[in-house]
């Protein structure tokens, strides 16, 4: 099942709003890495964190990777509209075989009509 | 940039026939990482590959069998299609070390009928 809670599931935005996302588990990841996906097409990185309280900026962006390693946010300032898409926060947990991501739900942002 | 390159982008299959999707990671990555997406969905984890040899297994079903070819290119191959085996098949790749970022393909869009 799914470990990763990604909250809001959708929002709508005008143009020029902050927009905050997050994610947060029961379990303790060591990666976390944040990524937009458009309609048909393969996810895109935005920003990756791989330090408890390490917060990153790509641009409008900004994430930040939680204290106790089960959260973190995303934060999108200033919208524009092709920031419309469906974000995706996952979690990486090193064991000694494989990365694999765990996604959280997504959040899906829409533009206000 | 290169990145992940991922054929055939669409395939569509009649139930019981096989399909093979091919991966071809970013050059010098040597860990691929494939993904199922259903639809509205966020990706699955399916299989990994590092170094040619199998590093992790998630719920990819009996059916499905995954390769890792000594260029690094890996190929998903899928017999007995059935109908809920329609979705986005998605191909990552990282370098091998923990922690390392994966970078998506655009896809492979499978619809079984």
């Known amino acids: 099942g799914q470990q990763l809670n990604q909250s809001p599931q959708s929002m709508f935005i005008q143009e020029g709003e902050d927009v905050s996302m997050n994610c947060t588990s029961s379990?303790?990841?060591?990666?976390w890495l944040w990524y937009k996906q458009d309609p048909g097409e393969g996810p895109v990185l935005l920003i990756a964190l791989y330090k408890a309280g390490e917060l990153t900026s790509n641009g409008r962006l900004t994430a930040q990777f939680g204290t106790t390693r089960k959260d973190s946010f995303l934060n999108i300032s200033a919208s524009i509209p092709s920031d419309v898409g469906i974000y995706f926060c996952a979690g990486i947990m090193i064991k000694a075989a494989g990365n694999k991501l765990t996604f959280g739900g997504g959040t899906r942002v829409l533009v206000k009509p | 940039a290169a990145g992940v390159i991922q054929s055939p982008r669409h395939l569509i299959k009649e139930k019981r026939e096989t399909a093979t999707l091919k991966c071809y990671p970013i050059p010098r990555h040597d860990t691929v990482y494939w993904y199922q997406q259903g639809p509205g969905q966020d990706p699955q984890f399916l299989i990994s590959f590092y170094e040619k040899m199998q590093s992790d297994k998630g719920s990819i079903p009996d059916r499905f069998s995954a390769q890792q070819f000594s260029d690094y290119h890996s190929e998903l191959n899928m017999s007995s299609l059935e109908l809920g085996d329609s979705a986005l098949y998605f191909c990552?790749?990282?370098?091998?070390?923990?922690?390392?970022?994966?970078?998506f393909g655009p896809g492979t869009r499978l619809l079984v009928l």
């Open positions: 379990s303790i990841f060591n990666t």
């Open positions: 990552a790749s990282s370098l091998g070390t923990p922690r390392e970022t994966q970078y």
